[in-house]
């Protein structure tokens, strides 16, 4: 997920009846494209062999699990919960049956099976719901120990193709079918369950032969109580708030920024591919602008973009820039230092002309200019004369040069004009090493160092000049300069943790986490680390997935990234939905990210509004239906400083509270608690710190992007 893209995540938490939820329920799962169990048990299942997601009776895709009728079956870990029935036993669940060649016409609603030994046993399975129908008759099994014939399975003939709302109760004495809340058949029945320790099967029953089923399932619930028929028609007519939103999300590689090849206008760009986040299968990614990885981007930006599409056409798309940066500065040759004899001791100086030197760059031209000495073709006098060039290309990079002009008599001339012994030397650094072990050969044995590194030494980052220097007859000496360029061409060594995973707390939606620096060296040094995408450690992340990037640069300019993902969960939540939406009203113009929903039985409400977690200076503004009822505050901790505001909902609409951030705080992001209290409490709040809030919710928001709670109340 890269820093371009916003996104926002709303959970919505269980509908079922109060009743259901309170009264029995052991597993639950809504099937949306994974096999979570929601009832607060911990029976999550594993998928095994032809099961897929697949669309459910709303037409979202995701919202169900398809199986083939060969192999296919979740299996769920035996648990405390699932050995629960004793002698009550509920199963609802929304079916959809496929014919299965396979099956030659028999139908088999395999439902569940709590025993995966194949002989069977008073206690193997404990429990099985399946339901088997042929052309001539059909049977309905609940254990080893009751199957029996339901003697109008013409009319309760289950069709291909088409939902069904199915549910089979225990209640100690007789056992009961249900088909759209409506009650099918009945036979009496009294006898317990035999615990075992065996998987619960979802799909599969295999004591004695094995059956799977062939279709889809939506809705599983088990209950190890016995349903009323008002409840099964009260699921079966309410159960349809919980449909499965498709969302997918492309998160490019973060933006790249590089220096020029040596000597190029370009630089050779490796990157990955864009990651695409799918809570529907899988989903191919690829990429539709720009130069392919590997290639040369020329100096300046470029954009890199990627798409990836949904089953059902959504497409998204997410760019990264590479920007290429020319830090190479022009190449300019000055001439060597020269010395002029006076031959008349009486004139003012030599007249001496010389060549101005040449200015080249790797990409664009170098203006030159001479900062420093006389123009050529003027009268040099007696002593040293520097003269200094410089060239600037269009990057700004600049690179000086000079020589010197020795004006002397000939009796006190010590130096004369050098020659170039050799070209300069530009050498990249020695893998790991800051400098680089250089050679180089004089012809001319004659000349001794006088300054410098001597050859087959090491030298280091950075330029190093080497002067050498002969004696000639008399008191003349012969000097020869030349540079050795060792650069640095070596990118840091980073490396980030590996992914972590954390749970929210309760109903949260956002959980602190705390995770490591990145390891960092380098061949010379690490000048600077810094955060590029994400939140620093401590912070608060909102649930869905957040990459963290770090980028490591050397003092060079050198620079490199690691990246890893804090995946924030709360089982509690329904499924996850992208909501986001840019309000139109002229007093908000950020983008919302709305929370759960609340409801009141009061319409009468008073807020207690403080900092959760740690005091770092987040500043908010408070909308309530369109009215500021906070305006641009800072948040302080409970204890320090309490905002208390009493509202009055309007009475069966959704009333909008909205928190809108000013800045992050000194921790991303801005985070704010609200206690919700029944009744108008303003005038004596301080009273509210020792009674228990009817309901808690704490909202995250950005500069942009603002929390929104939609509130209800019941009272008429």
Same mark, same amino acid.
């Given at each position: 997920m890269n820093s371009n893209r916003s996104f926002l995540l709303v959970f919505i938490f269980l509908t079922f009846s109060c009743l259901a939820q309170g009264q029995g329920l052991i597993a639950y799962y809504p099937f949306d494209n994974n096999t979570a169990d929601f009832s607060g048990n911990n029976n999550d299942g594993t998928f095994h062999g032809g099961v897929k997601a697949t669309t459910d009776r709303f037409g979202k895709p995701c919202g169900a699990i398809q199986f083939n009728g060969k192999d296919g079956y979740i299996s769920v870990p035996n648990s405390t919960s699932l050995q629960s029935p004793k002698n009550s036993l509920s199963v609802s669940v929304w079916f959809k049956l496929d014919s299965a060649p396979s099956q030659r016409g028999n139908r088999w609603l395999s439902i569940l099976c709590k025993g995966s030994e194949r002989e069977e046993q008073y206690y193997n399975p404990q429990y099985r719901i399946q339901v088997y129908q042929s052309p001539i008759q059909s049977t309905v099994s609940l254990s080893t120990d009751f199957t029996e014939y339901d003697t109008n399975f013409v009319a309760n003939a289950f069709p291909y193709g088409q939902w069904l709302f199915y549910v089979l109760v225990y209640d100690g004495q007789n056992v009961t079918s249900f088909v759209n809340g409506n009650k099918i058949?009945? +036979?009496?029945?009294? !006898?317990? *369950? *035999?615990?075992?320790?065996?998987?619960? &099967?979802?799909?599969r029953d295999m004591p004695g032969n094995i059956e799977y089923f062939c279709g889809a399932l939506d809705e599983l619930r088990i209950f190890n109580t016995a349903l009323t028929q008002d409840e099964i028609r009260n699921l079966f007519t309410k159960d349809i708030a919980s449909a499965a939103i498709e969302t997918i999300d492309l998160t490019c590689p973060i933006d790249i920024i590089v220096p020029n090849d040596i000597g190029k206008c370009s630089a050779k760009v490796n990157f990955n591919k864009a990651a695409v986040d799918y809570n529907c299968g899988n989903a191919n990614v690829k990429q539709i602008g720009g130069l392919t990885s590997g290639s040369s981007f020329p100096i300046?930006?470029?954009?890199?973009? +990627?798409?990836?599409?949904?089953?059902?056409?959504?497409?998204?798309?997410?760019?990264?820039?590479?920007?290429?940066?020319?830090?190479?500065?022009? /190449?300019? &040759? $000055?001439?060597?230092?020269?010395v002029l004899i006076m031959n008349d001791k009486s004139s003012k100086g030599v007249v001496f002309n010389y060549k101005t030197p040449l200015a080249k760059d790797n990409c664009s031209h170098a203006s030159l200019s001479k900062s420093e000495g006389l123009p050529s073709g003027s009268t040099f006098p007696e002593g040293k004369n520097t003269i200094r060039f410089i060239a600037v290309d269009e990057a700004n990079n600049k690179k000086e040069c000079a020589f010197n002009v020795y004006v002397t008599s000939s009796e006190n001339a010590t130096i004369i004009s050098s020659k170039s012994c050799l070209q300069d030397i530009v050498k990249s650094n020695d893998p790991l090493q800051c400098g680089a072990i250089v050679n180089y050969e004089v012809l001319d044995n004659k000349y001794t160092m006088v300054e410098g590194i001597a050859s087959g030494r090491f030298f280091p980052v950075g330029l190093t000049t080497i002067k050498l220097q002969?004696?000639?007859?008399? !008191?003349?000496?012969?000097? $020869?300069m030349f540079t050795v360029d060792v650069r640095d061409n070596e990118k840091p060594y980073i490396h980030c943790q590996e992914d972590i995973n954390i749970e929210a707390i309760g109903t949260e939606t956002s959980a602190i986490v705390n995770y490591l620096l990145p390891e960092t060296s380098d061949n010379c040094k690490v000048d600077s680390l810094y955060i590029t995408h994400g939140f620093i450690s401590g912070s608060r992340f909102p649930l869905g997935t957040t990459p963290v990037s770090y980028r490591a640069i050397d003092a060079t300019g050198n620079s490199a990234e690691c990246s890893f993902n804090v995946r924030v969960i709360n089982k509690?939540?329904? /499924?996850?939905?992208?909501?986001? =939406?840019?309000?139109?009203?002229?007093?908000?113009? &950020?983008?919302?990210?709305?929370?759960?929903?609340?409801? *009141? =039985?009061? $319409?009468?409400?008073?807020?207690l509004l403080y900092d959760d977690g740690q005091e770092d200076n987040d500043t908010v503004s408070v909308y +309530? !239906?369109?009215?500021?009822?906070?305006?641009?505050?800072?948040?302080?901790?409970? &204890?320090? @400083?309490?905002i208390v505001r009493s509202v009055s909902l309007v009475s069966g609409k959704r009333n909008d509270f909205i928190v809108r951030a000013w800045n992050n705080g000194s921790i991303s992001? !801005?985070?704010?608690?609200?206690? +919700?209290?029944e009744g108008n409490h303003n005038d004596n709040a301080l009273r509210l710190r020792k009674q =228990?809030?009817?309901? /808690?919710?704490?909202? @995250?928001? @950005?500069?942009?992007?603002?929390?929104?709670?939609?509130?209800? $109340?019941?009272?008429?």
């Amino acid at each position: 997920m890269n820093s371009n893209r916003s996104f926002l995540l709303v959970f919505i938490f269980l509908t079922f009846s109060c009743l259901a939820q309170g009264q029995g329920l052991i597993a639950y799962y809504p099937f949306d494209n994974n096999t979570a169990d929601f009832s607060g048990n911990n029976n999550d299942g594993t998928f095994h062999g032809g099961v897929k997601a697949t669309t459910d009776r709303f037409g979202k895709p995701c919202g169900a699990i398809q199986f083939n009728g060969k192999d296919g079956y979740i299996s769920v870990p035996n648990s405390t919960s699932l050995q629960s029935p004793k002698n009550s036993l509920s199963v609802s669940v929304w079916f959809k049956l496929d014919s299965a060649p396979s099956q030659r016409g028999n139908r088999w609603l395999s439902i569940l099976c709590k025993g995966s030994e194949r002989e069977e046993q008073y206690y193997n399975p404990q429990y099985r719901i399946q339901v088997y129908q042929s052309p001539i008759q059909s049977t309905v099994s609940l254990s080893t120990d009751f199957t029996e014939y339901d003697t109008n399975f013409v009319a309760n003939a289950f069709p291909y193709g088409q939902w069904l709302f199915y549910v089979l109760v225990y209640d100690g004495q007789n056992v009961t079918s249900f088909v759209n809340g409506n009650k099918i058949w009945e +036979f009496p029945y009294a !006898n317990i *369950f *035999f615990k075992n320790d065996n998987p619960l &099967d979802i799909g599969r029953d295999m004591p004695g032969n094995i059956e799977y089923f062939c279709g889809a399932l939506d809705e599983l619930r088990i209950f190890n109580t016995a349903l009323t028929q008002d409840e099964i028609r009260n699921l079966f007519t309410k159960d349809i708030a919980s449909a499965a939103i498709e969302t997918i999300d492309l998160t490019c590689p973060i933006d790249i920024i590089v220096p020029n090849d040596i000597g190029k206008c370009s630089a050779k760009v490796n990157f990955n591919k864009a990651a695409v986040d799918y809570n529907c299968g899988n989903a191919n990614v690829k990429q539709i602008g720009g130069l392919t990885s590997g290639s040369s981007f020329p100096i300046g930006v470029s954009k890199i973009s +990627f798409e990836t599409k949904s089953r059902t056409g959504v497409t998204k798309v997410c760019d990264v820039n590479v920007t290429v940066l020319d830090q190479e500065p022009p /190449v300019i &040759d $000055c001439l060597r230092d020269t010395v002029l004899i006076m031959n008349d001791k009486s004139s003012k100086g030599v007249v001496f002309n010389y060549k101005t030197p040449l200015a080249k760059d790797n990409c664009s031209h170098a203006s030159l200019s001479k900062s420093e000495g006389l123009p050529s073709g003027s009268t040099f006098p007696e002593g040293k004369n520097t003269i200094r060039f410089i060239a600037v290309d269009e990057a700004n990079n600049k690179k000086e040069c000079a020589f010197n002009v020795y004006v002397t008599s000939s009796e006190n001339a010590t130096i004369i004009s050098s020659k170039s012994c050799l070209q300069d030397i530009v050498k990249s650094n020695d893998p790991l090493q800051c400098g680089a072990i250089v050679n180089y050969e004089v012809l001319d044995n004659k000349y001794t160092m006088v300054e410098g590194i001597a050859s087959g030494r090491f030298f280091p980052v950075g330029l190093t000049t080497i002067k050498l220097q002969k004696k000639l007859s008399g !008191n003349l000496t012969e000097e $020869c300069m030349f540079t050795v360029d060792v650069r640095d061409n070596e990118k840091p060594y980073i490396h980030c943790q590996e992914d972590i995973n954390i749970e929210a707390i309760g109903t949260e939606t956002s959980a602190i986490v705390n995770y490591l620096l990145p390891e960092t060296s380098d061949n010379c040094k690490v000048d600077s680390l810094y955060i590029t995408h994400g939140f620093i450690s401590g912070s608060r992340f909102p649930l869905g997935t957040t990459p963290v990037s770090y980028r490591a640069i050397d003092a060079t300019g050198n620079s490199a990234e690691c990246s890893f993902n804090v995946r924030v969960i709360n089982k509690n939540a329904r /499924v996850a939905i992208n909501t986001e =939406k840019t309000l139109t009203k002229p007093y908000l113009p &950020d983008k919302v990210v709305y929370t759960p929903d609340l409801k *009141f =039985k009061k $319409c009468m409400l008073t807020l207690l509004l403080y900092d959760d977690g740690q005091e770092d200076n987040d500043t908010v503004s408070v909308y +309530f !239906n369109g009215d500021e009822i906070v305006s641009r505050e800072m948040i302080r901790l409970r &204890d320090h @400083h309490i905002i208390v505001r009493s509202v009055s909902l309007v009475s069966g609409k959704r009333n909008d509270f909205i928190v809108r951030a000013w800045n992050n705080g000194s921790i991303s992001p !801005n985070t704010i608690k609200i206690e +919700f209290y029944e009744g108008n409490h303003n005038d004596n709040a301080l009273r509210l710190r020792k009674q =228990k809030p009817a309901r /808690v919710r704490v909202l @995250h928001s @950005h500069p942009g992007v603002a929390g929104a709670i939609s509130i209800q $109340c019941s009272a008429r």
